[in-house]
């Protein structure tokens, strides 16, 4: 099964030797914030708390829109249920974009 999480660059502005790059997260599906760890919960936020189609770098590296504890729902191309909980956000040596740890669970769609 794909990841439906991107981290991706694009280009914004030019200069240097080439246009800068902005960092963010992309998600390939509907995906929401959750009010808690229930699969429906899961799927009411998914369906009622959606997100942006990208989150930049500087809002998840200032835990703007997600912060620790945050949990979020998405739908795999299989129909089945994923709920994605970060568990730590911290800077990252390599990139503007931090490193964000997660535990995912997924239901098979019965």
Do not use: H
Not at 9 to 36: D, H, K, M
Not at 45 to 65: F, H, V
């Amino acid at each position: 099964m794909k990841p439906r999480l991107r981290l991706g660059a694009a280009p914004v502005g030019r200069g240097g030797s080439g246009p800068p790059r902005r960092l963010y997260w992309e998600f390939r599906t509907t995906t929401g914030i959750s009010t808690g760890t229930t699969f429906e919960e899961c799927r009411q936020g998914r369906e009622g708390n959606a997100l942006p189609l990208r989150i930049d770098a500087k809002d998840l590296s200032r835990q703007r829109t997600i912060k620790v504890g945050t949990v979020l729902g998405t739908e795999t191309r299989e129909g089945n249920l994923a709920m994605l909980k970060v568990t730590e956000i911290t800077p990252s040596a390599e990139s503007d974009l931090p490193d964000v740890l997660t535990e995912l669970t997924l239901r098979e769609n019965a």
